[in-house]
């Protein structure tokens, strides 16, 4: 090897060298940014000897990127019917829960069961009245807090809607700033991180599949096939609370609905699914029980004309043909036994219709509607209880399958928690810095430095000798 070819390899090494160090040094800087990707430097022998960087590596596998995102969605859709669900659940209380509503159901019968053994007495009637008046009360409580659901539904929507979209727009970005990038340089790999995070940020929304062009873009997908992004272009997503609709542009990609090409995993759809789904289910279960206990009462009672309300009203009134949603809401103790409003204590044993008061010791009416529990009742089958139940066995059954749901949704969400996170992981093993690697490296930069600088030194050395001899 000449003298020149020996001092050009060694620059070469050192300028390789260098950029080395600089980013061993850029990994160890980001080994804490689970955005960031381990860079290498790739070199090759040079032609007449020394070293040729070719570019910047960044650590990366698709695969692996594919799993932990599609893991991440699943994950994030149950967080969002879990958690909304356990605020929900938790106003109901357990079964066991002294205010649950199956338990006053259960004490409001036996205050009837205790006044039938002794009708005249004043104090016995007003535990009629007090129960039943709880009773009531946790229904409109019950409706209260899923009304709050639904409320919590729509902000997680509306929430989602705007991290999904800003993530589109970003990406499209993203695509214009590769399409423009060298690739190899730490520009190009930056950009590579920057649009990792964006994937990752909308697959917790939106369940998604990603692709690649030639020059390095990314075309997002939905999981059902709808186009996301691809190349600058972004199908915004929008959702119609009227109709419960969710669009992609102008297409139609609601989760749950069949045949829809958009995904049913991600926390927007579990927050769709509350409100599409999940709020009016359990709205219909809660209605039901305050028709039956209405409809029921107003049946027992064979003191009221047609028309007239009886112990329970629908907001004060008798119960209509085709009562409107939200019946749990308004349900109410009818004031005309209501003592802190000028009622009367004796209906209760009389019937709300009675004219003239009755003999203290006839229980008649109170046997009336003690019947009514133990009478079938038909009920909405889409209420899951069956066409017709108690209104003890439907109440129970209602108040277990509200609480079932939460329950598989929490079950699921740690189930998934588990899987996400060894998926993450795994991710973080195979793309992440390992401090004591990069230290390593470090030390062997520094040799290799050592080495040329060595080599560089002797070869001026030697060009100063022959300088010397001819002069």
Known sequence: MSIISAILASRSGLLANSQRAQLVSTNIANAQDENYSHR???VTEAIGGGVQVLGISRAMDNTMDALYRTELSYAAKQNALSSSLAVYTAQLGTLESETSIPNLLSN???DLGLLSNDPGDASLQQEVFLSANSLAKALNDANSALSTLETTALNGIDADLETANAAMKELARINADIGRAEPGTETYAALEDRRGAQLDTLSSVVEITVAYD???????????????VVAGHVNELSFDRATGTLYSGTED??????GRRGADQGSLAGNIILFNEIVPQQQLELDEVARSLIAGFEGADTSLAVGQAGLFTDAGSALSVTPAEGLAGRIKVNDAVNPHKGGDLTLIRDG?????????????QILAFLDFFDTQVSYDTAAGQGATATIMDFTTGIFSAQQARRVDAQSQLTSLTTSSETYREARLNARGVNIDTELQNLTLIEQSYNANSQALRVASEMIDTLLSLTS
């Open 40 to 42: 290498t430097l790739n």
């Open 108 to 110: 409001f019968q036996n």
């Open 214 to 228: 030639s020059e390095g873009r990314a075309s997002v997908h939905a999981a059902g096939g709808q186009t996301l």
């Open 253 to 258: 990609i609601t989760p749950g609905e069949s």
């Open 352 to 364: 709300l219709g009675a004219v003239t008061t009755g003999a203290a010791s006839d229980n008649t």
